[in-house]
Nanobody, 119 residues
């Protein structure tokens, strides 16, 4: 199983970016997919998560600005980020709670994608 994240980049304050994360491999089902971020010198923190049924959870700092969505058919999760602030600068990681065809259930992480908010 692999998770491939993309969509990061440099954006001015107030701008928008859309991150994508696609899971591939021997996937039977995905229970939850989420986005985390880690800023320099800080711990990794949850940004947003979405269950297979569509329930969402957001960090207080991004509520009203970020929207997480998923495409179950494509095993893909998206993070639409609007009204970006310099404080949003971080490496963003996706993860997924995946049940494989072998019967095991594991938490997988994708490689990070850098988001830089700066004028």
């Amino acid at each position: 199983v692999q998770l491939q994240a993309s969509g990061g980049g440099l954006v001015q304050p107030g701008g928008s970016l859309r991150l994508s994360c696609a899971a591939s491999g021997s996937i039977f089902s995905i229970r939850v997919m989420g986005w985390y971020r880690q800023a320099p010198g800080k711990q990794r923190e949850l940004v947003a998560a979405i269950t297979r049924g569509g329930s969402t959870n957001y960090a207080d700092s991004v509520k009203g600005r970020f929207t997480i969505s998923g495409d179950n058919a494509k095993n893909t999760v998206y993070l639409q980020m609007n009204s970006l602030e310099p404080e949003d600068t971080a490496v963003y990681y996706c993860n997924a709670d995946i049940r494989t065809y072998s019967g095991g259930s594991f938490l997988y992480w994708g490689g990070g994608t850098l988001v830089t908010v700066s004028s």
